[in-house]
T-cell receptor
């Protein structure tokens, strides 16, 4: 089954404790993206990647890092999380050369205390 | 700069009635427009898109949307609403003239369909 998986689905952590949210897709897509969803603000793009070792900033990249060492994986890294990063995070894989649509993971709800 | 506006936080409609969820956009280049739906505790699912061609596009679950270049709008419509259509709907735009993949989403419109 074609899918995007994220782990963990829920995470409660404390300020300053480094964390990584993993994202993996099995559709061989070149493009992947991370978003955060906040009430009243919709989805805001954090980072996106157009291929292995190619990443670019979205609208709200501050406080986040990403890496793309393999096509299937696109982890989101918070080196020093802060409470304003409490949010619902979605990873997406993009069928850029086919339907040009985004396939979203199930989401990761992060709480930073 | 790209932007998307969904002017209604919430739309209420009775089952069987037509529904419209509004979206206007701003983009400097060629607009690629999308609608996504989010059910509770789920990720977003693709509904339909406009890239080029016919201004009226049809998508999943009986939804359609009309691209209006002069009004920079891409309203989502359905002739007859179902209770199961109740969800959060997002409009999104990408500048098709750029080589990147920066995508802007609207704030979302919550649709309530009453039986």
């Amino acid at each position: 089954e074609a899918q995007v998986t994220q782990n963990p689905r829920y995470l409660i952590t404390v300020t300053g404790k480094k964390l990584t949210v993993t994202c993996s897709q099995n559709m061989n897509h070149e493009y992947m993206s991370w978003y955060r969803q906040d009430p009243g603000l919709g989805l805001r793009q954090i980072y996106y990647s157009m291929n292995v070792e190619v990443t670019d900033k979205g609208d709200v990249p501050e406080g986040y890092k990403v890496s793309r060492k393999e096509k299937r994986n696109f982890p989101l890294i918070l080196e020093s999380p802060s409470p304003n990063q409490t949010s619902l995070y979605f990873c997406a894989s993009i069928d850029r050369w086919g339907s040009d649509t985004q396939y979203f993971g199930p989401g990761t709800r992060l709480t930073v205390l | 700069a790209q932007s998307v506006a969904q002017p209604e936080d919430q739309v209420n409609v009775a089952e069987g009635n037509p529904l419209t969820v509004k979206c206007t956009y701003s983009v400097s280049g060629n607009p690629y427009l999308f609608w996504y739906v989010q059910y509770p505790n789920r990720g977003l699912q693709f509904l339909l898109k406009y890239i080029t061609g016919d201004n009226l596009v049809k998508g999943s679950y009986g939804f359609e949307a009309e691209f209006n270049k002069s009004q920079t709008s891409f309203h989502l419509k359905k002739p007859s609403a179902l209770v199961s259509d109740s969800a959060l709907y997002f409009c999104a735009v990408r500048d098709g003239d750029t080589g990147g993949f920066k995508t802007i989403f609207g704030a979302g419109t919550r649709l309530f369909v009453k039986a």
